[in-house]
């Protein structure tokens, strides 16, 4: 139903996966006193905090929206500590309208925290690699954690761990997933302002060759024979590293429904071997549901003797490996 509150129109799929607390009344008309603006919460979990950085990289456009959301919750800006001195005790107890959060489950107690986050947000966004994919801690899921953490740790019997780094989407309802490691700061003012519209965030779902094409720069793979993940990669940066001559290493994660059968294959001819290939798609996006075909097709590929690696064409370009 849309009551015209901001976030209403968040899109269709998402918002119907919403708990309870979405369909409360916004939090600012809870509050007593003169301040309506809706409120907002940063949140981390297991991350690089680069993400919440972009919030502050908005340096030109933050004043205007501090006019129009009230940020409640953000212990990456603030200097403010608890009655006891304390910065943990800034708990962010909420409610709040939006909740932008960054970063992977992985520890019970995260588990925890984000069924929290869920229970005080009317809606909740994620932000970044980490939250929406596992990030680059989902590399863990392929090993084994014991041995990675007897090999890092003097004492680590006293460190607890789950044994994968998920999504924040595997724990908790999500009502947007905004993708990128990081996320680009264009596309995460377009969703808060979007929010506070009231209407779906204007992110096109259309691949970084897209964006090669609107700049108009030369694709590095037909040029120069260059690896690029650009095909199945989601748009959002712009396609920098085309534009400086190197393929894409698809650090925006995978575009809706992405041929890789297709674009493995081609990897294949344009000189990666089967080892680079799972390399390239276990980066930042590791744990996409996307890219869990990769094993097989790379394998494919190297039983059809494509795994002959003939070395791209040498112009100087870099590829993604
Ligand atoms: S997605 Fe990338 S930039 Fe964002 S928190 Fe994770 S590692 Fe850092
Ligand atoms: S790796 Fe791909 S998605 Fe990431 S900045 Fe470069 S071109 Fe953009």
């Known amino acids: 139903m849309d009551t015209g509150q901001p976030g209403d129109s968040f899109p269709p799929g998402t918002m119907d996966r919403a ?7 916004p939090a600012a008309d809870r509050r007593s006193g003169e301040d309506s603006r809706p409120t907002l919460a940063v949140w981390k979990f297991a991350s690089c905090d680069g993400c919440q950085l972009t919030l502050l990289d908005l340096e030109d456009e933050l004043l205007g929206l501090a006019d129009r959301i009230r ?6 800006m603030s200097a403010a500590e608890g009655p006891d001195g304390r910065r943990a005790e800034l708990a962010g107890r909420g409610p709040y309208d939006l909740s932008l959060v960054e970063g992977s489950i992985t520890t019970g107690e995260d588990a925890d925290r984000i069924r929290h986050v869920r229970s005080v947000s009317r809606r909740l966004v994620t932000i970044g690699a980490c939250a929406t994919a596992g990030g680059i801690q989902a590399l863990r899921n392929f090993g084994d954690v014991a ?4 090999a890092v740790y003097a004492h680590p019997q006293y460190i607890s761990a789950l044994e ?3 999504p924040i989407s595997a724990h908790v309802p999500v009502d947007f997933e905004l993708r990128g490691c990081p996320i ?3 596309q995460l003012l377009e969703v808060v302002t979007a929010y506070l519209a009231g209407r779906k965030p204007g992110i096109p779902d259309h ?3 897209f964006e090669c094409k609107r700049r108009g720069t030369t694709c590095v793979t037909v040029a120069h024979g260059t690896p690029c993940l650009g095909p199945v990669t989601h748009s959002g940066c712009g396609a920098i590293c085309p534009a400086y001559g190197r393929g894409c290493y698809g650090c925006f994660g995978p575009v809706d429904r992405p041929n890789l059968r297709s674009m493995v294959a081609q990897l294949g001819r344009d000189g990666m071997s089967e080892r680079d290939i799972l ?7 590791a744990a996409s549901p996307e890219y869990a075909c990769v094993p097989d097709l790379a394998a494919e590929g190297r039983d059809a003797g494509q795994d002959e690696p003939r070395a791209p064409t040498d112009t100087g370009q870099e590829g993604p490996v």
């Not at 041995?147 to 007897?150: K, P, S």
């Not at 390399?279 to 996006?285: S, W």
């Open 184 to 186: 680009d700061r264009r």
């Open 71 to 76: 940020i409640e919750h953000f212990l990456e």
């Open 207 to 209: 691949s970084v060759c």
């Open 19 to 25: 708990p309870a607390a979405a369909d409360q009344e």
């Open 147 to 150: 041995e990675f953490r007897a």
């Open 279 to 285: 390399r390239v798609f276990r980066t930042f996006n």
């Open 164 to 166: 994968n780094s998920t």
